[in-house]
């Protein structure tokens, strides 16, 4: 059989699984979703949202990149985030990276990605060179990128929390909370890097929006 076939012929399966726990499970989650969590991690294939969280259809809303980047022009990430945080009213938004990530590996080297994937990275660059006395003080190197996973994961929650979305959520609702997480691959565990209260004063003043 080929491969793509076995992938329908398990979810005919799954689905029949489903409905002999919870015959009212597709019935529900058709009519709407509330889910509590906004995912945004890398598109890594070993990192599946609601397999390594225990969480099942309907949880947890998700968006994927390489390397989990928040890019402040990416109108992709921001319409993810501007329904999930303003319409879903989710209520803690994280930020899930993984250590071993190829992408964070590719932007600590000088290899050259030709093209867009050099654009992409880029950002990880500047999160290198921000922490570089510390990262270098690291000599084996898949420590330093394990370490770059965590200083990058810091930096888009922080990108997070500068984000208009955010401010107006915080000044109206007060939430969410913003979380940072790196997985491994190695032992199948979520850490903790980071998390982010509703508060004022956690960004510079510079991007601070009035009248918001
Ligand atoms: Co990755």
Redo the contacts with the bound molecule.
């Keep these: 059989m080929e491969s793509y076939k076995i992938l329908l012929k398990r979810n005919k399966q799954w689905a029949g699984k489903m409905l002999e726990t919870d015959p009212e499970f597709f019935t529900g989650l058709s009519q709407t979703q509330k889910p509590e969590f906004l995912w945004i991690g ?3 294939s070993r ?1 599946p949202a609601n397999e390594v969280t225990g969480t099942r259809p309907g949880e947890i809303f998700v968006h994927r990149n ?3 980047i928040v890019l402040h022009t990416d109108v992709n990430l921001f319409s993810v985030l501007e329904y999930a945080v303003t319409h879903l009213k989710v209520k803690h938004v994280i930020v899930c ?2 250590y071993g ?4 590996k590719a932007a600590m080297g000088n290899q050259n990605f030709d093209q867009v994937l050099n654009m992409w990275l880029r950002v990880i660059k500047d999160v290198y060179r921000q922490n570089k006395d510390e990262l270098e003080a690291i000599t084996d190197l898949n420590d330093r990128a394990n370490r770059l996973v965590e200083l990058n994961v810091k930096d888009q929650v922080e990108k997070l929390c500068k984000t208009s979305v955010i401010q107006k959520a915080w000044k109206e609702g007060n939430i969410p909370c913003i979380h940072g997480w790196v997985y491994g691959l190695h032992d199948g565990k979520l850490k903790e890097i980071i998390s982010i209260k509703p508060k004022k004063n956690v960004i510079d003043p510079v991007y601070v929006y009035e009248d918001i």
């Design positions: 890398c598109s890594d990192v390489i390397a989990n990276g993984h990530c190829g992408g964070v």
